[in-house]
């Protein structure tokens, strides 16, 4: 499945994934489409099997602050949007950590990882002059080899602490501490706490407050000192940006770093995404670009390419949705640049085309195609008319793997150049090699 991956409707944020038996699930925030705020007041769980991760299952409602047609409402004492929740195993149980909006977060469970989850408590705390009404926000929780539970948390300054692990909720007296991850150079927490063991080692992955990215922490133990390590991805890398929030995962063998990407011209309608990563001898993870790849090795040229599966956006173009069924890129105007990384073309000589679909909006120009860079000579272009349609483009024989870029540029010259100026040449849909 590549990315978004799950189906291109769905908007999970803030995804935690966890491997409990033989399936990979994932626990995040759920946005909406065109809403000026982020998350819902509900949480959904998606899941597959781990020798699968193109074949996604929604498994519904699990938590709610709010009543839904399929779930009533988990919370008497707020109905508040609830954001970035983590899910963890302990003794056959799988516990549930929320967020809530200037509310008293909370701790649910279930008898199963997908829910639905029934409120256990909220959090029980001996702890001074803790702000935003003791709010744990954004939790990441981890449950060590000796049973042993802490959670992590924090914005705009971390903090955590040893919940006890009989019931899952009380926070230990006098294990609660700040500025787990610094706020100073070169660590600069900002948010999204995700903790992880790793061949005996701690990590904490987190946003910073300079980019749009996830970097991590190591420690050998739970509650730090944590040394900072660098960035695993950065969202924001010719594509527009915004907050990020993921982790780390093994997954049938890979490691992954799951995250998330923006939509619809706004930091609102987030995505969830995920690379391919690895993890050194020495604990490091070398940083990696955003691609359209998720759990596949290479992209099919021969299946057609949505356009909101781009993983390059330059020059103030974007993904919307239009509807359930379509989501187009946006905003193109002379100059911009969509990438999609990376296709297999295999070993045959015979040259390519490219159909490219687009929907008119009533000015001309010349869609180009580009291997590998936006820039230099591209492989081949076609002219586009005011009414849109499907555009044909010529090009050589291509071999191997290579990155794919599109290029829009306008057909007008001189006075019409400047009347035409800042204006949108078309939208994309998708499209696809023949041969």
């Not at 949007?81 to 967020?99: N, Q, S, T």
């Not at 005996?200 to 970097?215: A, E, F, H, M, N």
């Not at 000579?377 to 483009?393: H, K, L, Q, R």
Request: aromatic residues 14%; hydrophobic residues 30%.
């Amino acid at each position: 499945m590549p990315n978004p991956y799950l189906p291109l409707w769905e908007y999970i944020p803030d995804g935690e994934p966890r491997v409990f038996g033989d399936r990979i699930y994932v626990y995040g925030s759920h946005d909406r489409n065109g809403c000026d705020k982020f998350c819902d007041y509900k949480l959904k769980v998606w899941s597959a099997p781990v020798n699968a991760p193109d074949k996604w299952v929604c498994h519904g409602t699990a938590f709610a602050t709010r009543d839904f047609r399929d779930h009533p409402s988990d919370t008497d004492w707020t109905d508040n949007e609830l954001y970035a929740p983590d899910v963890v195993e302990k003794d056959g149980k799988y516990y549930l950590y929320a967020y809530i909006v200037g509310a008293k977060g909370c701790v649910a469970v279930s008898d199963k990882p997908e829910g639905p989850f029934t409120l256990l408590s909220k959090y029980s705390y001996n702890i001074e002059n803790h702000y935003d009404d003791g709010t744990f926000i954004d939790p990441g929780v981890l449950v060590d080899d000796d049973g042993r539970v802490y959670v992590y948390c924090g914005y705009q300054g971390s903090y955590m602490a040893e919940i006890d692990g009989n019931d899952m909720h009380t926070v230990i007296d006098g294990t609660y501490k700040t500025d787990i991850i610094p706020t100073s150079e070169p660590h600069l927490f900002f948010e999204a706490c995700s903790p992880r063991k790793i061949n005996g080692k701690y990590y904490l992955i987190y946003s910073p407050q300079k980019g749009s990215r996830l970097d991590y922490a190591i420690s050998d133990s739970p509650t730090g000192p944590f040394e900072y390590k660098g960035t695993i991805v950065d969202n924001s890398v010719d594509y527009p940006g915004g907050n990020d929030h993921g982790s780390v995962m093994q997954v049938n063998g890979q490691w992954y770093i799951f995250y998330h990407r923006m939509t619809n011209g706004t930091i609102m309608s987030r995505r969830g995404c995920v690379e391919r990563i690895r993890i050194l001898h020495d604990g490091t993870i070398p940083q990696v670009e955003m691609t359209s790849l998720g759990f596949e090795e290479s992209l099919d040229p021969f299946i057609p390419t949505k356009a909101d599966t781009a993983c390059v956006l330059k020059g103030g173009c974007f993904i919307t949705e239009l509807n359930i069924f379509d989501r187009i890129v946006t905003g193109i105007t002379d100059g911009a640049v969509m990438g999609w990384k990376y296709y297999d073309f295999g070993s045959d000589s015979d040259p390519w085309s490219l159909k490219i679909k687009i929907r008119g909006t009533g000015c001309r120009g010349t869609i180009s195609v580009y291997l590998d860079s936006d820039e230099g000579e591209p492989a081949g272009e076609a002219s586009f008319t005011e009414n849109g349609g499907i555009i044909s483009v010529k090009l050589p024989e291509i071999k191997g793997r290579h990155a794919v870029y599109l290029k829009a540029k306008s057909g007008y010259e001189g006075w019409a150049a400047e009347m035409f100026k800042g204006r949108m040449l078309f939208d994309l849909e998708e499209f696809v090699f023949v041969r």
